[in-house]
């Protein structure tokens, strides 16, 4: 029978992960007890996906406020510190900026406006039109900020950031002052020791920083590269990608994951005869049109992978092939000559206007990004994720 369906996302349901945990185990047992229970089959080129979340946490990848305090304080010197680009979030950033205050005498806070890195608005476009205010040059201190604009509340959590992290600096025992600016060379008319919290464009901050003058400068990815007094560390983004545990702890971003893909690879081909592909995966690369949230607020989508999802899409389009190559046929006819195309395809199509629109982007970021909606962040209890179909197309 013709096959009628194409790419299928399972979410899997899985114990509770604890700390200790054979993560690989119990990945392996899920996916195959769920295959049981819901009458499918594992097939070659499956990917079966592992939420970072459940990585960390099996690896017990957790650091308290006072270990990030005292990283803070050896790196940056304990006195006052430029905190900038900070992405407005309770889960994301308030527990790191808790343990960050606790490492200094006095934080300049520099928040980027009208938004932050992930498009979490701070004030809308329109009004920074209404108030003649440039956001690429003009630098607002806190009290022209209100005047302008009064109080801002987040549309989704009903916080206002300006007070929230103003607050949290002052009751971890730093004072703390607010600017809001976008270009990084600003800090440096109040301190020369900057932590310049953005994650995809922190290189290039670094840079400036550093070109321009600045004594010490360090990344989120810097904090807890190495155990402080015992706690987790993430040896190649530090704090980037951790989220909030509990009020005086984080769960960091999990560390090197290539031997559990690897080993969840194996067991799956030991048990069924199927070689399937795995990944560890973090927040889609996706943009909410309404919120206007750009979801990746970890360093990646894909942690760790197995060979196979190395690479990006090759496939041609089939509307511009049915408009264009075969716009004279019609039905079967049809079918056939695009299904003789795809056969035929070259290795690489780049450059090719049959593949134009085909989304260029990684495999890793994209399966990653299905299998984040498809897990979601609350209480499905789903966190392994099975795709099937993914690498097939028209003709399988």
Not at 126 to 150: I, M, T
Not at 288 to 301: F, M, R, S, Y
Not at 364 to 378: F, K, P, Q, V
Request: with cysteine.
């Amino acid at each position: 029978m013709e096959r009628r369906v194409g790419t299928i996302s399972r979410g899997i349901r899985c114990p509770i992960i604890r700390e200790g945990d054979n993560l690989a185990d119990i990945v392996v047992s899920s996916v195959l007890e769920a295959a049981e229970s819901e009458g499918f089959e594992l097939r070659d080129r499956d990917v079966i996906s592992v939420t970072e979340s459940i990585v960390a946490r099996a690896q017990g990848n957790y650091a308290s406020v006072a270990a990030i305090a005292q990283d803070v304080k050896e790196k940056l010197g304990g006195e006052t510190i430029g905190v900038i680009f900070p992405i407005l979030s309770r889960n994301r950033f308030a527990i790191c900026l808790r343990g960050i205050a606790m490492g200094a005498k006095k934080v300049v806070l520099m928040l980027s406006y009208p938004s932050d890195e992930v498009g979490n608005a701070l004030v809308s476009q329109d009004q920074l039109d209404e108030a003649g205010v440039n956001p690429y040059s003009d630098v607002l201190s806190l009290e022209k900020y209100r005047e302008l604009f009064g109080e801002n509340r987040h549309p989704f959590t009903g916080v206002d950031y300006v007070a929230y992290y103003s607050d949290l600096i002052r009751e971890c025992g730093a004072e703390v002052e607010v600017i809001f600016a976008n270009n990084p060379r600003v800090i440096l008319d109040y301190t020369k020791n900057v932590l310049n919290c953005d994650i995809h464009t922190r290189a290039r901050t670094k840079r400036i920083l550093k070109e321009c003058g600045a004594r010490v400068v360090c990344g989120l990815d810097d904090i807890l590269t190495s155990p402080v007094n015992g706690s987790g560390c993430n040896e190649k983004y530090g704090l980037l990608g951790s989220n909030k545990s509990t009020e005086d702890t984080i769960k960091l971003f999990p560390r090197d994951c290539t031997d559990l893909v690897n080993d969840i690879q194996k067991q799956i081909l030991t048990k069924t005869g199927k070689h399937v592909e795995v990944m560890v995966y973090g927040d889609g690369a996706f943009k909410d049109p309404v919120g206007k949230i750009w979801e990746l607020a970890d360093p990646c989508v894909a942690v760790a992978n197995t060979e196979g999802l190395e690479g990006t899409p090759n496939e041609v389009k089939l509307k511009y092939l049915a408009d264009n190559d075969f716009k004279d046929l019609s039905g079967e006819a049809l079918k056939e000559a695009i299904s003789e195309r795809i056969k035929g395809k070259k290795g690489n199509l780049v450059g090719d206007m049959a593949s134009q629109g085909t989304t260029p982007r990684r495999l890793t970021d994209l399966i990653g990004s299905l299998c984040d909606l498809t897990s979601g962040s609350g209480d499905k209890g789903t966190p392994v994720i099975l795709v099937q179909g993914y690498f097939d197309n028209f003709t399988d």
